[in-house]
């Protein structure tokens, strides 16, 4: 069975940090991507960030690159977003995905999620 479970989310003030943590069952770095997307209250759900292993790509929207840092520990199947200097626009439920082979932010094409874990950014 898959099973993508987040952990890491809270409230954190304007600067701040918060790293997410994604524990992967059921499927391999070798044949999925996997990423993040994010829904904000009363928008749509957006990709974030997302690596594959299988073609070395790693993907960033323009509004983190630089600020959100994606890894994974694959002894202990987990993919990480480490998020620093955080901003109210960061707000919003933080899903972990999963998509065979290549990176996608196109929410249809995503195989796998997360159930989600709500991040906070006072201002």
């Known amino acids: 069975e898959v099973q993508l479970v987040e952990s890491g989310g809270g409230l954190v003030e304007t600067g701040g940090s918060l790293r997410l943590s994604c524990v992967v069952h059921g499927l391999t770095f070798d044949d999925y991507a996997i990423g993040w997307f994010r829904q904000a209250p009363g928008k749509e759900r957006e990709g974030v960030s997302c690596f594959s292993r299988s073609d070395g790509t790693t993907f960033y929207r323009d509004s983190v690159r630089g600020r959100f840092i994606i890894s994974s520990d694959e002894t202990k199947n987990t993919v990480y977003l480490q998020m620093n200097n955080l901003e109210p626009e960061d707000t919003a439920v933080y899903y972990c995905?999963?998509?065979?082979?290549?990176?996608?932010?196109?929410?249809?094409?995503?195989?796998?999620w997360g159930q989600g874990t709500q991040v906070t950014v006072s201002s």
């Open positions: 995905i999963a998509h065979a082979v290549f990176c996608t932010i196109s929410e249809p094409d995503v195989d796998y």
